[in-house]
Nanobody, 115 residues
Framework: QVQLVESGGGLVQAGGSLRLSCAAS????????MGWYRQAPGKQRELVAT???????NYAHSVKGRFTLSRDNAKNTVYLPMHSLKPEDTAVYYC?????????WGQGTQVTVSS
């Protein structure tokens, strides 16, 4: 069993920055990859960024160059610094981890970008 706790969401002006954090606990030895998804009002859930074992990352085209996913293995935590935020980045952001047989989701953290 893996538990994920997200933090760092909030309200920010366009052009500003936020940093999301996701701390994993439980059966962390089983985690193969971690990352973030988001769901905006009226939109489908979409992948934002993931990081796999070995450190390789994947980003949505819309965030590449603005968001940077990183991990701290000692703390079992992934971070998503977000820069140059746009109103269209407004969404609930969900931490995700993938294991051999299942996926785990955090409960979400709201990011609101005002114009």
């Amino acid at each position: 069993q893996v538990q994920l706790v997200e933090s760092g969401g909030g309200l920010v002006q366009a052009g500003g920055s936020l940093r999301l954090s996701c701390a994993a606990s439980g059966s962390i030895f089983s985690i193969n990859a971690m990352g973030w998804y988001r769901q905006a009002p009226g939109k489908q859930r979409e992948l934002v960024a993931t990081i796999a074992s070995g450190g390789s990352t994947n980003y949505a085209h819309s965030v590449k160059g603005r968001f940077t996913l990183s991990r701290d293995n000692a703390k079992n935590t992934v971070y998503l610094p977000m820069h140059s935020l746009k109103p269209e980045d407004t969404a609930v952001y969900y931490c995700w981890c993938g294991a051999s047989y299942s996926s785990t989701w955090g409960q979400g953290t709201q990011v609101t970008v005002s114009s």
